[in-house]
């Protein structure tokens, strides 16, 4: 079935530091890809998008890339604030054999950035 | 735009009590609707799906149910509760490519 793996948290960053998550993914088929925020004692906010290869979603200074030949869609941003503290979720959707749609989540990696 | 509730925000309820748990959306009409479950520390876990009034997918065979009485309202039941139904509850919704989900309601079973 569909996988997500995302690095292991939690990670701790110094302010304007530079941040990397990575998340690799697999799949059959063409599957979206995303990344979701979650801060604390709040649901899921979407982050960003790719729905094929090669597309960049970004948002809020985050990017990510939708990479086919390595299946990964890793999350990066160049300056980190006090505010992005949070849990990101990497995530893709895709078609079950009976025609519904599912995201499959990875387990989500705990952001702290430090003034 | 679309508009999720979750009623309520927390829950403290002992094991073997009755639970129901309300979502309900606006601005958008047949939404494909879901239940996850985030259990402290951990990711999220799809409970069910529905397509529609009365459709409902379980994902995970549990002490949990789910029910779709009208188009724009989903919710999610039990009879008797256990220690580890604890978690952090979220309902979503589908719209083309995106899920869009709502505040969530935290449950403490004592």
């Known amino acids: 079935g569909d996988s997500v793996t995302q690095m292991e948290g939690p990670v701790t960053l110094s302010e304007e530091a530079f941040l990397t998550i990575n998340c690799t993914y697999t799949a059959t088929g063409y599957p979206s890809l995303f990344w979701y925020v979650q801060y604390p004692g709040e649901g899921l906010q979407l982050l960003l998008k790719?729905?094929?290869?090669?597309d960049k979603g970004s948002n809020k200074g985050f990017e990510a890339t939708y990479r086919k030949e390595t299946t990964s869609f890793h999350l990066e941003k160049g300056s980190v604030q006090v505010s992005d503290s949070a849990v990101y979720f990497c995530?893709?959707?895709?078609?079950?054999?009976?025609?519904?749609?599912?995201?499959?989540f990875g387990k989500g990696t705990k952001l702290s950035v430090i003034p | 735009s679309q508009t999720i509730h979750q009623w309520p925000a927390t829950l403290v309820q002992p094991v073997g009590s009755p639970l129901s748990l309300e979502c309900t959306v606006e601005g958008t009409s047949n939404p494909n609707l879901y239940w996850y479950r985030q259990a402290a520390g951990r990711g999220l876990q799809l409970l069910f799906y529905?397509?529609?009034?009365?459709?409902i997918s379980s994902e995970v065979p549990q002490n949990l149910s789910a029910s779709r009485p009208q188009d724009r309202q989903f919710i999610l039941s039990s009879k008797k509760l256990l220690l580890s139904d604890s978690g952090f509850y979220l309902c979503?919704?589908?719209?083309?490519?995106?899920?869009?989900f709502g505040p969530g309601t935290r449950l403490t079973v004592t």
């Open positions: 995530a893709l959707a895709a078609y079950s054999g009976a025609g519904s749609y599912q995201l499959t």
């Open positions: 790719a729905t094929k290869a090669d």
């Open positions: 979503a919704l589908r719209t083309s490519y995106e899920q869009y």
């Open positions: 529905s397509v529609g009034i009365g459709q």
